[in-house]
Nanobody, 126 residues
Framework: QVQLVESGGGLVQPGGSLRLSCASS????????ISWFRQAPGKEREGVSC???????????VYSSDVKGRFTISRDNAKNTVYLQMDSLEPEDTAVYYC????????????????WGVGTQVTVSS
């Protein structure tokens, strides 16, 4: 069974940091572009970041304008895991964060997903 599982969410104060993890079962996420999305209460889900497959020529990363410069997406190929390092967190970053893949090697524009994890809650509050 193909699955994605997120972890690492929690409560953090403004200005703090969290690192989210996305692991897979049933397939190797190393070979696909992996995206992070988030959905805040009362808002539509939005794309946050994406990292291309290790098979892509550039291995590019993509960030939304809201998080560029504060969030960093990366892979640990040996652990079959994608991370989202979130620094300088703001209350506006509060949302459920999901990882997803659209079974592509490169990041789509706009970001999209076909297989989704169940999400992990991130709350930024003092």
């Amino acid at each position: 069974q193909v699955q994605l599982v997120e972890s690492g969410g929690g409560l953090v104060q403004p200005g703090g940091s969290l690192r989210l993890s996305c692991a897979s079962s049933g397939f190797s996420l190393n070979y696909y572009a992996i995206s992070w999305f988030r959905q805040a209460p009362g808002k539509e889900r939005e794309g946050v970041s994406c990292i291309e497959s290790i098979k892509s020529s550039d291995g590019d990363t993509v960030y939304s304008s809201d998080v560029k410069g504060r969030f960093t997406i990366s892979r640990d190929n040996a652990k079959n895991t994608v991370y989202l390092q979130m620094d300088s967190l703001e209350p506006e970053d509060t949302a459920v964060y999901y990882c997803a893949t659209a079974w592509t090697l490169i990041c789509n524009t706009p970001l999209r997903g076909v297989v989704w994890g169940v999400g992990t809650q991130v709350t930024v509050s003092s």
